[in-house]
C-alpha cells in the first residue's frame, strides 16, 4: 500500500486547512487509518485515527474539537479537517495505515504503512 498525503500549506492562526490521504495499491479498506505529526525537533505525536469499520474517530486531546478525520473508500481517502489552527499545530503531518491489530492506535510502532508528510506551517 502507498500512501500520498497533501493539503499541506501556510495558513495564518484560526484559519482551515483539509488534508487528504490516498491510498493506492492493495485494497485499502481493510486499512484503519492514523494522522501523526512531528514538528521540528519534537517526538512523532498522534493526531487522530479512524478504524475500516468506520465509526467514531478519536483524536488527540490537543486537537479535539479543532479537528475532523473522514474516510471515503470509495476514493480510497482519508481527510484530516483542520478548524481554528494555532501556530504550535505547525509541523510536518503524516497518515498511516494498518492492519487490524491489538496494538494501541496511538503508538507510530504499530503502523504498516507511511505517506510521505505534508507541511502544515501556521504564523501568529
Known sequence: V???????????????????CVASGQSSIAY?????RQAPGKEREFV???SWRGGSP????????RFTISRDNGKNTVYLQ???????DTAVYLCAARMPTYTDYRLAHGYDYWGQGTLVT???
Open 82 to 88: 483542520m478548524n481554528s489552527l494555532k501556530p504550535e
Open 32 to 36: 484503519s487509518v492514523g494522522w501523526f
Open 58 to 65: 478519536t483524536y488527540a486531546d490537543s486537537v479535539k474539537g
Open 48 to 50: 487522530g485515527y479512524i
Open 2 to 20: 502507498q500512501l500520498q498525503a497533501s493539503g499541506g500549506g501556510l495558513v495564518q492562526a484560526g484559519g482551515s486547512l483539509r488534508l487528504s
Open 122 to 124: 501556521v504564523s501568529s
